[in-house]
């Protein structure tokens, strides 16, 4: 069906109606409502998802509140200073304010020493830059190592792309020297990050800690489903469904955790906490796919049994306020499921009792 509206779409005609739509069809057929702009929406969408889809949530507005005041002052700045190329301001604002990219605070300073090494590695080369052949053969090879650059580290990416600029910059507008080119580069670079650092990050409290709490508490809420529709024997389709959401949720958490370990004191610190609690909580997740995987669909509905109690304790641990604890304390024998003969139930009770110690509730 997206085959087919790529395809409609190309040719800005619309395909014949999506008529019974179930499942992701419902889905699908909301995006192309709102691809031909329908004044009536599709009602098949359950409400609580019609609501979700509509409203962005805090985070985002948070994110997208702070790039819109940096931006404006990088902005501001631009009109107020006579800087050459000044639109490298506000660029290196919305480059570091990316809220996908991770840290702010590192992004910023990675970027100005990335900048500073490339304005430098330009300013030695100079003389060689002046043939042209000689030039193209540098931008090539500079553009040629950019993935593996932006793959090693962001500084990295930073120090090979900041020579390309300035290389074609120089090649197209030959009036300003490339010294001079890279002195303004330096200059836009720091004011820009100078602006994301103090009104996009040290200003905004919510920007200096770490989310990490409620993302595993949704983590965890979606292990404990998961685990009791697998304990009661719910259909294969309600428990796939339950297994994608448990380990998307994980995912978010180790994201979120990943981007907050380059942040500087006490955001790096505590995300350095949360990384045995996360990868326990994960070692938990193949632990009920595990028993999840022993069931065959014909078996008859098992009792939830020591499953269905690890479920509930899986459940009263997302319900608990907690937060990392860096202590180191012995893993307490499992409360429910030790002796249970399935071993999978065995192996998550093992996997329960060694992430109980790690959280304080």
Known sequence: RL????????????????????????????????????????????????????????????????????TALAFAVDLAVPLDHGYWVPLTVAIVMKPDLGSVFARAVLRFAGTIGGVALVALATPLLRDPVVASAVVGALAAVVPWAAARSYVLQAFVTTPVMMVLIDVTAPATPVLELGAARVAATAIG?????????????????????????????????????????????????????????????????????????????????????????????????????ARTPDAPVPSPGALGELAGELAQMASARHAPDTAQRPSRPPAHGGDDPDPAVRDLADELASLRPMVVR
């Open 3 to 70: 085959d087919t509206c790529a395809a409609a779409l190309a040719r800005s005609r619309r395909p014949a109606p999506l008529e019974a739509a179930e499942g992701t069809l419902v889905r699908v057929r909301t995006l192309e409502s709102a691809i031909w702009g329908d004044p009536d929406p599709p009602s098949g969408l359950p409400a609580r998802e019609r609501v979700r889809l509509k409203l962005p949530g805090p985070q985002l507005l948070g994110a997208s509140g702070r790039l819109a005041l940096c």
């Open 193 to 293: 990050g100078a602006i994301a650092i103090v009104a996009g990050y040290l200003i905004w409290p919510s920007a200096r800690h770490p989310r990490i709490a409620a993302a595993f508490e949704s983590a965890l809420v979606g292990l404990a489903r998961y685990a009791r529709h697998t304990a009661v024997g719910a259909p294969a389709e309600t428990i796939a469904q339950d297994r994608r959401e448990a380990y998307r949720r994980l995912s978010d958490t180790r994201v979120q955790l990943q981007r907050m370990l380059s942040e500087p004191p006490p955001a790096g610190a505590e995300a350095y906490a949360w990384i045995p609690v996360v990868a326990a909580a994960e070692r938990v997740a193949d632990r009920i796919t595990g028993a999840s995987a």
